[in-house]
């Protein structure tokens, strides 16, 4: 049982260079997640979604994209990166118990950088 | 603004001593609480976690308290040890808000000093 895993762990990107980061779980989770967190601030949360073939925006859903075509899989794309997206991003899922939503939990990370 | 925050950046605190973290939270419709470690150049991982109809929930080694009428929470870890050394995040869920993200406080940095 591997949780959360995501890929790459690092990519470095020229401004206007397009990417896709990939998360995947294995936990049979409904709700998945993308968040980024910049230096000394907590994470926000750019998109998420509630099942598969359904996102939804976040905090700071622009300049990102999100597909969810498989359950287990949650992809975070820039389609013209900036530097301003330069940050760690974090993927996230969860589950229900009881119509409850469950804890969060979060894979390793995706360093970017947009020069 | 943030409807979650913390008091203190950092907190230093003797090894063997117990710590405390505090947070503070503004939205009354906030029905799920967690607090996440997060060491240095990992993901967010969970602590412990309470509803709103808790006021105190144990685990090894950790409490956490909520105080609802002063929208306050509080993380205790006892006995600390180096490896309790990260950053310390409290996030808040919205009741009724869907399957939507956790709203996160900007963290406290624990340093535990031997």
Known sequence: NAGVTQTPKFRVLKTGQSMTLLCAQDMNHEYMYWYRQDPGMGLRLIHYSVGEGTTAKGEVPDGYNVSRLKKQNFLLGLESAAPSQTSVYFCASSGLAGGKKETQYFGPGTRLLVL | ?114
Request: glycine share 12%.
């Open chain 2, 1 to 114: 603004g943030e409807s979650v925050g913390l008091h203190l950046p950092t907190l230093s605190v003797q090894e063997g001593d117990n710590s405390i973290i505090n947070c503070a939270y503004s939205n009354s419709a906030s029905d799920y609480f967690i607090w996440y470690k997060q060491e240095s150049g990992k993901g967010p991982q969970f602590i412990i976690d309470i509803r709103s109809n808790m006021d105190k929930r144990q685990g090894q080694r950790v409490t956490v308290l909520l105080n609802k009428t002063v929208k306050h929470l509080s993380l205790q870890i006892a006995a600390t040890q180096p490896g309790d050394s990260a950053v310390y995040f409290c996030a808040e869920n919205i009741k009724g808000g869907g399957a939507d993200g956790l709203t996160f406080g900007k963290g406290t940095h624990l340093i535990i000093q031997p």
